[in-house]
């Protein structure tokens, strides 16, 4: 009987957390792919980006901060590039596929539904900050609308459909999957889907293993065999769910997006530990990890020879 082959994702740097949180944190174009190098190297099949100022570590969705490091990233490694179209909470959606509409990757993420994001809590951990952006970003969280509406599905959807891009359906809660179920009755996205079950978001679903177990569930109802699924834990929730994930058939995502901390109470060196560690954890369970070849094939993607970088 052939092993199961589980597609480790790994999430470089995000839009949440901030220099001043974890030196190992990339925002600089060289550090954003030489870390995305790395965590290809150590295993993972997907790189899923974002892009930073590289003066400050702040959040940019400008199709150029991309370019700085897109290039490099798919000439040293053969791992499928997934551009974010969430990005910023504060820009619109027609803002946020930007970068997507340029480089035409073979994923994208896309949230399905509009959702209080909030990562205020983490500014109570820091007297200091290394740049001045940092404090206020964080701590005004807390007055952010993460906006996906359905017409901003649909508009996405509609403009990236030319572009034979793949989503990663990120699920922040159970009513996101009945938003997805709704988008492709009426057309927007073709079986079989990829979902990113997400726990652990002040704004979303807990981390619980019920919530996991439910969250399956709900899915298998909606969707039938005509979806693939991966498992995002943020925080300290992120190894203990993806491991989870991995035994129940499922697909995992870590990165320094999700999680500064390699273990509990200490930070993570790079984004390449974190792949290495699940990695680890998956193969000593009987499982093996997809090469980007055989993600290819199991999400049905494009190639990368047919994006624009």
Same mark, same amino acid.
């Given at each position: 009987m052939a092993k199961q082959r589980?597609?480790?994702?790994?999430?470089?740097?995000?839009?949440?957390?901030?220099? &001043?949180?974890? $030196?190992?944190?990339?925002?600089?174009?060289?550090?954003?792919? /030489?870390?995305?190098? /790395?965590a290809a190297e150590a295993g993972a099949s997907i790189l899923h980006l974002h892009a930073r100022r590289p003066h400050d570590g702040g959040v940019t969705i400008?199709?150029?901060?991309?370019?700085?490091?897109?290039? &490099?990233?798919?000439?040293? &490694?053969?791992?499928?590039?997934?551009?974010?179209?969430? #990005?910023? *909470? &504060?820009?619109?959606?027609?803002?946020?596929?930007?970068?997507?509409?340029?480089?035409?990757?073979?994923?994208c993420s896309m949230n399905m539904g509009s959702m209080n994001f909030s990562f205020?809590? *983490?500014?109570?951990?820091?007297?200091?900050? @290394?740049? $001045?952006?940092?404090? $206020?970003?964080?701590?005004?969280s807390d007055?952010?609308?993460?906006?996906?509406?359905?017409? $901003?599905?649909?508009n996405a959807a509609t403009q990236l459909a030319q572009h034979n891009i793949k989503f990663e359906h990120e699920c922040y809660d159970v009513g996101h999957l009945y938003n997805l179920r709704f988008c492709m009755d009426i #057309? *927007?996205?073709k079986a079989p889907v990829f979902i990113q079950f997400i726990f652990g978001i002040l704004g979303g679903i807990g981390p619980e293993v019920d919530n996991l177990i439910f969250m399956k569930r709900t899915a298998d109802r909606l969707f039938g065999n005509d979806y693939r699924w991966s498992v995002l834990?943020?925080?300290?929730?992120?190894?203990?769910?993806?491991?989870?994930?991995?035994?129940?058939?499922?697909?995992?995502?870590?990165?320094?997006?999700?999680?500064?901390?390699?273990?509990?109470? @200490? *930070? /993570?060196?790079?984004? /390449?530990?974190?792949?290495? @560690?699940?990695?680890r954890i998956i193969e000593?369970? #009987?499982?093996?990890?997809?090469?980007?070849a055989e993600a290819r094939e199991i999400l049905g993607l494009k190639g990368a020879d047919k994006v624009l970088f």
């Open positions: 589980t597609i480790i994702t790994c999430a470089v740097t995000g839009a949440i957390h901030t220099p &001043t949180m974890s $030196d190992a944190l990339p925002y600089t174009p060289q550090d954003i792919a /030489a870390q995305a190098v /790395a400008d199709p150029d901060a991309f370019a700085a490091f897109l290039p &490099t990233i798919s000439q040293a &490694t053969d791992a499928v590039i997934n551009i974010s179209t969430g #990005g910023s *909470l &504060t820009n619109t959606i027609e803002e946020r596929i930007t970068p997507a509409l340029r480089f035409s990757p073979e994923m205020h809590p *983490l500014a109570r951990r820091y007297d200091t900050w @290394k740049f $001045d952006w940092e404090r $206020d970003y964080v701590a005004g007055h952010n609308i993460f906006r996906n509406t359905f017409a $901003d599905i649909e #057309g *927007l996205f834990g943020a925080g300290g929730v992120q190894m203990p769910l993806a491991t989870a994930a991995s035994q129940m058939g499922g697909n995992v995502r870590v990165g320094l997006e999700d999680s500064l901390s390699i273990s509990r109470g @200490k *930070l /993570a060196e790079s984004n /390449a530990q974190q792949v290495a @560690k699940i990695r000593e369970l #009987g499982c093996e990890v997809a090469s980007p």
